[in-house]
T-cell receptor, first 118, second 113 residues
Framework: GAVVSQHPSWVICKSGTSVKIECRSLDFQATTMFWYRQFPKQSLMLMATSNEGSKATYEQGVEKDKFLINHASLTLSTLTVTSAHPEDSSFYIC??????????????FGPGTRLTVL | AQSVTQPDIHITVSEGASLELRCNYSYGATPYLFWYVQSPGQGLQLLLKYFSGDTLVQGIKGFEAEFKRSQSSFNLRKPSVHWSDAAEYFCAVVPNTGNQFYFGTGTSLTVIP
């Protein structure tokens, strides 16, 4: 089956520092990857859509300069939380869509990254 | 407003008992419908999906879901719950006019011996 990994699985950082989260599709190519944020007891909220080789498309209300997304290859997308603050603490989940498939049935989710900003 | 509602935040069932998790959506036309399960520290695993056709959908791990257009619902069921089913369950929709997933708030399932 299609596997999506995220690294790190959890991270603790000091306020003001930047944190990079990686999302990899391990056994398929993904032209599109998605980044979600999940607060406790809340649903996943789409932050941005990342397309390989082009700029990410951010959802309304998501700060582009704070959440930098890079999708430099067909198997890797990164989310960098710049100048992190305690309110950025959350669970970040990525998903990847197979290049060869349609949309709704070929999207696979990573295990998530727990970010805690002190 | 468009929304996905999972009315039950937390459900506790005994092992071997039946289970039904509720999901209602509010969209203009029938969207694509999904149920995912998330165990602690794990990613989202697709249980089943509905695009069209037979309104009773069979999924993995013995789960099934029934789409009811009149009620705008897509409830997940399992006849006999196992302790390993304890997890967070998310209903999700993709409007047939778009390409974005919208998730419900999730239902946490506890299974007691």
């Amino acid at each position: 089956g299609a596997v999506v990994s995220q690294h790190p699985s959890w991270v603790i950082c000091k306020s003001g520092t930047s944190v990079k989260i990686e999302c990899r599709s391990l056994d398929f190519q993904a032209t599109t990857m998605f980044w979600y944020r999940q607060f406790p007891k809340q649903s996943l909220m789409l932050m941005a859509t990342s397309n390989e080789g082009s700029k990410a498309t951010y959802e309304q209300g998501v700060e582009k300069d704070k959440f930098l997304i890079n999708h430099a290859s067909l198997t890797l997308s990164t989310l960098t939380v710049t100048s992190a603050h305690p309110e950025d603490s959350s669970f970040y989940i990525c998903s990847a869509r197979r290049s060869s498939g349609g949309f709704v049935d070929t999207q696979y989710f990573g295990p998530g990254t727990r970010l805690t900003v002190l | 407003a468009q929304s996905v509602t999972q009315p039950d935040i937390h459900i506790t069932v005994s092992e071997g008992a039946s289970l039904e998790l509720r999901c209602n959506y509010s969209y203009g036309a029938t969207p694509y419908l999904f149920w995912y399960v998330q165990s602690p520290g794990q990613g989202l695993q697709l249980l089943l999906k509905y695009f069209s056709g037979d309104t009773l959908v069979q999924g993995i791990k013995g789960f099934e879901a029934e789409f009811k257009r009149s009620q705008s619902s897509f409830n997940l069921r399992k006849p006999s719950v196992h302790w390993s089913d304890a997890a967070e369950y998310f209903c999700a929709v993709v409007p047939n006019t778009g390409n974005q997933f919208y998730f419900g708030t999730g239902t946490s399932l506890t299974v007691i011996p």
